[in-house]
Each structure stands twice: as structure tokens, then as C-alpha cells.
């Protein structure tokens, strides 16, 4: 079993691959989803020290609004449907289509009252 004894974002970003060995929930998940979850848990709990009230609620199962697929090496879209890490292609309707000279940073997946969004960020490779 393994006990994560400090609150160092850097030890729990590293430890969460081997996570997902002892918990298979945690091993379906991507693991730079889970990390960049765990950073936002992070951020939530040195926001509370500073201010000195309003302790994080931790979200149960269900209740986590957006993930974020923080890294792509190659352009995830291809027509009409996006492919994500370890859920394959999804189905999208694609409003615009993405300019030339621009490449996919990350994109972030929410669940709305209406059903499910992507928000697809986006960086031109001309950057000086």
C-alpha cells in the first residue's frame, strides 16, 4: 500500500503513475489528467492556508465538471471527431475549423447541464 506522506505537489505528480498500479480506477484514467487534477487540488488547498477559511469541498464521484488533456503531439482532430488519450475519438462538431500555422496545445472537456463541450486551445507555431 502506498501512503503519501507529504503535500508536495512535485512527490504526488510523481507518485501518481504508481497509483495507478494499486488502483485500477486510477490506471483507466490518463495519467496527465490525474496529474493536472491533483494540481488543482493543490491549488485549492494553498488557497485555502492563505486565506484562512472556505476548506476545498472534494468532489464525490460524478461530480468533477472538466478534465484537461494538457499535451498533444500531434493534431487531435481529424474531420469531425477528436482523439483523446485512453477514450479514443469522440465525436465533435466542429464550429470552426483551425486556422493554418496554428497547432493544439490542450484541450479541456465540461460537462454542462446540456451535455458534454471541448474547448480546444490553441498556439500559432509563429511565436517570436
Given at each position: 500500500?502506498?501512503?503519501i ?17 494499486s ?60 482523439k ?45
Amino acid at each position: 500500500m502506498l501512503i503519501i506522506h507529504s503535500l508536495d505537489i512535485r512527490n504526488s505528480k510523481t507518485t501518481s503513475p504508481r497509483l495507478g498500479k494499486s488502483f485500477l480506477l486510477l490506471a483507466a484514467l490518463p495519467s496527465q489528467v490525474l496529474q493536472t487534477t491533483i494540481g488543482r487540488l493543490h491549488d485549492a488547498w494553498d488557497f485555502f492556508q492563505k486565506r484562512g477559511y472556505g476548506f476545498p469541498r472534494f468532489k464525490k464521484y460524478g461530480q468533477i465538471k472538466s478534465m484537461l488533456f494538457p499535451q498533444f503531439t500531434v493534431n487531435p482532430i481529424t474531420g469531425w471527431q477528436l482523439k483523446l488519450p485512453k477514450l479514443g475519438l469522440v465525436q465533435i462538431n466542429l464550429h470552426r475549423p483551425i486556422p493554418d500555422g496554428f497547432v493544439v496545445k490542450q484541450v479541456r472537456t465540461l460537462k454542462k447541464a446540456m451535455g458534454w463541450f471541448v474547448v480546444i486551445t490553441i498556439q500559432s507555431e509563429d511565436v517570436t
